[in-house]
């Protein structure tokens, strides 16, 4: 299953957070791949005032199992990095109508 990932946290977090996602890339836990990272350049959240100094990464994950997950995400939680996984289902551009069609019960 796939998870969009929302990390936050403070600047003086970076160096930490840098590591342990560099550490959580070479030795993931069996199940867990990360497929994409970026950084936001601005605040992603339009009306949500973020507090000075705070970065914004969101990441693209997918996980077989939950203990994987959970795995990855006390291994960034530890260094002082919140973070947020919302389930995503991934859509092939111009397959929208069908994939709806599939999705309807």
């Known amino acids: 299953m796939k998870f969009l990932s929302i990390n936050t946290y403070h600047i003086d977090k970076l160096g930490d957070a840098a590591k342990a996602t560099a550490k959580l890339n070479a030795n993931p836990p069996d199940g867990y791949k990360l497929l994409a990272i970026y950084s936001c350049l601005a ?6 005032e973020l507090p000075p100094g705070t ?11 939950a203990e ?4 990855a995400t006390l291994e960034m939680t530890l260094t002082g990095v919140n973070v947020n996984r919302i389930p995503v ?8 109508e ?3 069609e599939k ?3």
Do not use: Q, R, Y
């Open 103 to 105: 999705l309807k019960m």
């Open 43 to 48: 605040n992603p959240f339009p009306g949500v």
């Open 98 to 100: 069908e994939t709806v």
């Open 55 to 65: 970065m914004v990464t969101v990441s693209v994950v997918e996980s077989d199992n």
């Open 68 to 71: 994987s997950l959970a795995s």
């Open 89 to 96: 289902m991934e859509i092939p551009t111009g397959e929208v």
